[in-house]
C-alpha cells in the first residue's frame, strides 16, 4: 500500500478517498496525526500529516520514528514524502523536485530505531538514500501527468525552525546541497532501517536565503502563495504515480 506524508501545505489530501482514520500506538510514542486510509486513483493508499492535520508541530519536533513505525506496522509498502524547500541552486520557485542525494546538518533529533538495545550494533548502507527504482516511477508519473519534475538535487536537512543564513547557503552551496528543508532527515533513513522504499517530492517555495530575490530577506506572502501551487501539480502527480508506485519482483528497498 503506498503511504504519502505530507508535509507544509498538504496536511489534507482532496484527492484520498477517505474509508477510516486510525490512532497507532507505537514504541516511540504518537505519530504526528492518526492514519488516514483509502484510496488514490482507485489504488489503496494512507496519508500522514507530518506536521499535524492543524500544522501545529514544528519540524525539530516531528517524531519521525513513531511516524515511519506506524506506516510499516499499517501495511506499507512504499513511501511518498512531500515536503517545501528552498531552492540555492539550479532549482527556482514554484520547480517540483525529485532529489537523489542527502547531506544532513540536523542535529538532536532521535535517528535511528538501532540504539544498541537489541544487544548489537547495527550499520545500515545509505549510499542511495531514496529508492531507485520509486524515484524513476515518479518521473514516469509525472511526465504522464505532463507535469515538470526535476530529476536530481542534494538535499540540504537542517533543524529549522527558523530559515538560514546567507552565509549558511553559502556554505551549504560548496558543500553541494542544491535544496534546503528541514524535514527530510532522519525521515529517510529510518525508511531504510524499516526496508521501506521512500522518495521525496520537493516543492520549491521560494529562493533560498541571499539568493535573487531572497538576497535582502525571504517573503512569507510570495512562499506561501508559490506552496499553494505547487501542491496542486503534487495531487496530480499522486493521482498518477499511485497505480505504479507498489514494488515488483526485483524491487529493493
Known sequence: MLAIIGGSGL??????AVTRREVVRTPYGEPSAPLLFGSVAGRPAMFLARHGHGHTIPPHRVNYRANLWALGARGASSVVSVASVGGIRGASPGALVVPDQIIDYTSGRA????DGEEGKVVHTDFTRPYTPWLRERCLAAAASAGIALANGGVYGAVNGPRLETAAEIDRMDRDGATLVGMTGMPEAILARELNLPYVAI????????????????ISMDDLAHT???????????????????????????
Open 227 to 253: 506552496l499553494a501551487s505547487g501542491i496542486e501539480r503534487v495531487r496530480a502527480l499522486l493521482d498518477h504515480l499511485a497505480p505504479i508506485a507498489v514494488p515488483g519482483e526485483g524491487d529493493r528497498p
Open 111 to 114: 535517528s535511528t530505531f538501532f
Open 11 to 16: 496536511t489534507q489530501l482532496s484527492t484520498l
Open 202 to 217: 520537493c516543492v520549491v517555495v521560494n529562493h533560498a536565503a541571499g539568493r535573487a530575490d531572497s538576497r535582502e530577506a
